[in-house]
């Protein structure tokens, strides 16, 4: 009988010698084993309706996420793929590594992202080519700050760490004196704000840059040579927020829509979604 192999779909059996009978419709053969034995070679096709997940990932050299925001793609098995780097403020990029996916796994019948399916690595350009194996990938782009003295922010939702939802660099002068304003006139952060339940975190360790507890500015000296990387947690504004209830109705036939679900509650900011806040929340 054919296996299940994942992403494909049986097409055609075949045997040899011409012994037995073979089910050219399941693939199912019976007989009596011949005295040499019998060779079954089964076909297979891609299974348009299976997809696989190709992740990419942009981290710094210490492994930090500094793009969340890229979307999963998905790909048929053997479908083309090309994924590249991204321009980063304040980084440069630095080596590609393919994370997951690169190695077969036998005893699941899946291969992995090498030998023919891998179409090559540019390392130089920051390129991935390739065919999609029947496995999730994960295509892993590293990158190293560019500022020998600077300060880079990355502000990240503390309920949601790996949620980075800004990051900037600001030049400073070696040995000289710092001093990076409030957070609260910056458009990107529209949504969050500083507060007692905020923090910031400076690497390197031992740096003579702090951050104020009650505002996040930072101040102090920046070292002699090698940057200040400023990793602020923030809380959600939620008067910039709009709580939604779901609610569960019927057609005009009395036909329900929709299986009732525990109760949920979403977020959604109100100035970047005003049509939807606009609805009017249903009764708990």
């Known amino acids: 009988m054919p296996v299940n192999v994942p992403g494909y779909r049986y097409a055609t059996s075949s045997r040899t010698p011409n012994k037995g009978v073979l089910d050219p419709a399941t693939g199912s053969f019976t007989g009596n084993m011949p005295p040499l034995g019998i060779s079954l070679l089964y076909r297979y096709t891609v299974d348009p309706n299976t997809l696989f997940n190709l992740n990419v990932i942009h981290v710094d050299s210490a492994g930090n ?3 969340t925001n890229t979307p999963t793609l998905q790909r048929r098995a053997e479908q083309p793929f090309t994924v590249s780097k991204i321009t980063l403020p304040g980084y440069d990029y630095f080596r590609t590594e393919i994370a997951a996916g690169a190695d077969d796994i036998p005893s699941q019948f899946r291969v992995g992202l090498n030998g023919v399916l891998l179409g ?3 390392q130089l350009n920051g390129q991935v080519q390739g065919y999609m194996p029947n496995q999730d990938v ?3 782009f590293i990158y190293n700050s560019n500022s020998a003295s600077a300060i880079t922010r990355r502000f990240t939702d503390r309920e ?8 900037d660099v600001t ?12 957070i609260a006139s910056m458009p990107q952060l529209y949504g969050y704000v500083y507060d007692t339940n905020s923090s910031v975190n400076i690497t390197p360790p031992g740096t003579q ?37 779901f609610a569960f109705t019927t057609n005009s036939l009395g ?13 959604l900011v109100t100035e970047l979604l005003p049509v939807i806040t606009m609805l009017k929340p249903s009764e708990p």
């Not at 329900?256 to 977020?267: G, I, K, M």
């Open 255 to 267: 036909t329900e829509l929709y299986h009732r679900l525990p109760r949920q509650d979403l977020y």
């Open 160 to 167: 949601e760490l790996t949620k980075v939802i800004h990051s």
């Open 65 to 67: 996420i500094i793009r």
């Open 120 to 122: 090559g690595i540019d």
């Open 138 to 140: 994960t295509v892993k």
């Open 171 to 182: 030049n400073q002068t070696p040995n000289g004196s710092v001093s990076v304003p409030a």
């Open 209 to 245: 840059v702090s951050a104020n507890p009650a505002t996040g500015d930072l101040f102090g000296t920046m070292p002699l040579s090698g940057g200040v990387i400023a990793d602020y947690r923030l809380s959600k504004d939620m008067s910039k927020w709009q709580h939604i209830n």
